[in-house]
């Protein structure tokens, strides 16, 4: 038992040294700010995104593995998604990754649970998973109601 724990505590070292890596390598002095390869790699058209990709599906893994709850994970695949929807505009993506981190924020969230019994969501969670439930809703209901306020215009 002793053994498997200390393998999955190493684990989760091994991801959060990677993540390191591309998020948080260099310091920006008088900051806790730091700069990683993340934003380099993503000006590598695919394989920059790629290794970025397998990073942050290795840190949902091991978070997985290690019974972080699902709505936490909701939470972590929302930051991943985040990065790589505005990671898709040129330029603008790769200063967002400066900025938003997605990893270090995931593993902030897998190191949250480390060495709790039964890990557990919190309220900020739950918050910010239906929020962006809400505007996934949001965003699909706003064209259909202005494709219906567009009709009544036109047959008014």
């Known amino acids: 038992m002793a053994d498997r724990h ?4 190493e684990e989760v070292r091994q991801v959060a040294k990677v993540v390191r890596w591309l998020d948080d390598l260099v310091r920006v002095p008088g900051t806790r700010f730091g700069i990683g390869l993340d934003p380099l790699l993503g000006l590598v058209p ?3 995104d ?3 990709g397998f990073v942050s599906l290795s840190v949902l893994a091991v978070a997985r593995r290690r019974g972080v709850p699902s709505v936490v994970l909701a939470r972590m695949l929302l930051n991943v998604g985040i990065d790589t929807l505005v990671g898709m505009v040129p330029v603008v993506g790769d200063v967002f990754d400066v900025v938003w981190r997605a990893n270090i924020r995931n593993l902030a969230l897998l190191e949250r649970h480390e060495g709790e019994l039964e890990p557990r969501a919190r309220a900020g969670d739950y918050a910010m998973v239906a929020a ?3 505007m996934v809703a949001l965003s699909v209901a706003a064209p259909l109601f202005l494709l219906v306020w567009l009709v009544g215009l036109i047959a008014g």
């Open 6 to 9: 200390l393998a999955r505590e």
């Open 46 to 48: 695919v394989v920059g």
């Open 50 to 52: 790629a290794i970025s």
């Open 132 to 134: 962006a439930a809400g």
